[in-house]
């Protein structure tokens, strides 16, 4: 089943004292670069985390967060009074100000509020892990359906390349019969005597390296070869740009080869269907 690298999943969760966002965004990239980033007490986690996220996704630039927002009263930092009434003593001696003045004039100075580092609980992470699945999941989800939205642009456009390698194949015998004339009016227009047989050996040498028969059936090949990749069970856009690359191999021989106005016309259109499939296929995982 064909999969984009483009994808978002969120989860929430609702904890007695805080509230947790899980978000996961993802793009295209070659390879997987992923950006984690979580509060100080889940650091610990984070090599697990990155182990799961890699495994599900594989590949994309891929940027996983947890927000915690807390909740009702939090014991996470603490007034040091000790500083505090030292600091209010030290003011007093050099500021008539009330006691609420120099309250509000020592609560602003340093170490005033002692911030007690919140340990990781095994319960709270389970629950963040469940999160973190969800997350995953829905990403994934999202995944699936951008890549059936990209097959449908690829089944439309390969389709259109095998409509114009029909047409080149229609107009190929069109093509050489081109070859011949052109060279039998280069023949008479310089009045020379040529022996027949000779001849006929020279056009056969000259028409065999304009023949395109090998390109057609190569061609063909690889837009079927396509279209089975799209239809297999795994996602695997390496694969069809490497599928895409032999495509415009043949394509350009053709163009190469061509010696036709009316055929390098529909090398051109073949070209340009092509482009917007490498394109595309940029975003398939």
Do not use: C
């Amino acid at each position: 089943m064909l999969q984009s690298m483009t994808g978002y999943g969120k989860t929430e969760l609702q904890l007695p004292t805080k509230k947790i966002t899980i978000e996961i965004k993802s793009l295209n990239s070659k390879n997987l670069d992923l950006n984690v980033r979580t509060p100080s007490y889940y650091k610990e986690k984070e090599m697990k985390v990155r182990k799961t996220i890699a495994s599900i996704l594989v590949r994309g630039k891929v940027d996983f967060s947890i927000f915690v927002e807390s909740i009702g009263q939090s014991s996470s930092s603490q007034i040091n009074k000790e500083t505090v009434v030292s600091y209010m003593n030290q003011l007093k001696e050099i500021s008539p100000a009330s006691e609420l003045e120099l309250l509000e004039m020592a609560i602003r100075l340093p170490e005033t509020i002692q911030s007690k580092r919140e340990s990781l609980d095994d319960n709270e992470w389970k629950e963040i892990e469940e999160g973190i699945n969800t997350a995953l999941k829905n990403i994934a989800t999202y995944r699936k359906d951008e890549g059936e939205v990209l097959k449908q642009d690829f089944l439309k456009r390969i389709a259109v390349l095998q409509n114009l390698l029909d047409e080149v194949i229609t107009i190929d015998p069109q093509r050489i019969e081109n070859v011949k004339e052109r060279l039998n009016k280069a023949i008479s227009e310089i009045e020379a005597k040529v022996d027949e047989n000779r001849f006929e050996q020279e056009l056969i040498y000259y028409l065999e390296k304009f023949d395109i028969t090998e390109e057609k059936v190569r061609l063909k090949n690889h837009l079927d070869y396509f279209l089975t990749e799209l239809n297999s069970e795994t996602s695997n856009g390496k694969k069809l740009g490497f599928i895409t690359q032999e495509i415009g191999r043949e394509i350009n021989t053709i163009g190469s080869k061509a010696n036709f106005a009316d055929m390098q016309k529909l090398v051109v259109q073949m070209k340009d269907e092509l482009e917007k499939i490498k394109e595309q296929n940029l975003n398939v995982l």
